[in-house]
């Protein structure tokens, strides 16, 4: 039997507790789709039948904090400590991206000590935007890249909605705000310059970037503006490319034809985002990626795995067979 070459970056687990505070708080949607069913078992059944090697878990929007600080503390670290356990009993199979108690900075800096210092975990999730719309670039969240830059940490970036959507839209956060909340996400890091202080932190970011490869060339228009020189002296190119970008729900030829033409296959990463989006979608995307005629055989092996072992050198060392 055929050994799992995939390395999935964008895929979400949902631990009990989590979709128990969920439900609390009155949350039963992430972007318009309903909270998936999920387990261990089903999740690694899913990865055998698409020959995924390893799922790198994260919790997906809308994160831990509802508001309350010591609730979305306590939330994190069950969360992490339940990732770390999965990684633990089926290490051949998982690992993690450490959920933050975003935009608490005090208790973000005690969890992210925990969670890869004592618990090991693969990097950190961020949400695109926290609290009241303070985008990743923010000043106010500063001191979390900045430790997350001296750790030459791996950060996960996901999508989530703003706090102010269009009422007038009723069209799924998940199509339409998600993608936009990336972009604004990626363009504040250059804008105010946190892309230039913090270039040791090794971006994923979901969805191939959201609109970034669209609007690249408009964005580098502000590259002479005198905020842009002071600030982020390279242009906006130069970050965008040194970006890493997955394919969940971009494994078509019009989104890969945009990222390419941005970056080439080195900064490309395998995503299914599983299970808020249905095994089908992330096959489907997997045939888009394989069918595209813009990837060589090699450019398909490095988005495959090739790319997720140089930023975790430790799957380099896994080979899992699917079970039967």
Known sequence: ????????????????????ALNASGISTAGGIPVPDWSPGAAIEMMDRQDIRTGMLSVSSPGVHFGDDHQARSLARACNEYSARL???????????????????????????????????????????HGDGRY???ASLDPVLEELDRRSAVVFVHPTLPPNPSSSITIPGFATEFVFD???????????????R???????????GGTA????????LLDTSPQMRERAPHGFLHYLRRFYYDTALSG??????ALTKLVGADRILYGSDYPFAPERVGAAAARGIADFVGFSSEDRAAIGSGNATRLFPRLAERGRVPQT
């Open 1 to 20: 039997m055929p050994t799992a070459d995939k390395v999935d970056v964008h895929q979400h687990v949902l631990p009990l507790s989590y979709v128990e």
């Open 87 to 129: 990684v633990g009993d089926h290490p051949e199979c998982f690992g993690g991206f450490a959920i933050l108690p975003m935009p608490d900075v005090t208790g973000s800096l005690t969890e992210m000590a925990y969670a890869l210092d004592t618990l090991a975990l693969d990097g950190v999730v961020l949400m695109t935007s």
């Open 136 to 138: 990743l670039g923010d």
């Open 182 to 196: 990336t972009s604004r996400a990626i363009a504040n890091l250059v804008w105010t310059g946190a892309a230039e």
């Open 198 to 208: 913090f270039g040791n932190i090794r971006f994923i970011f979901a969805h191939a």
């Open 213 to 220: 490869p669209y609007l690249a060339w408009r964005w580098a």
């Open 252 to 257: 078509s030829e019009y989104a890969l034809s």
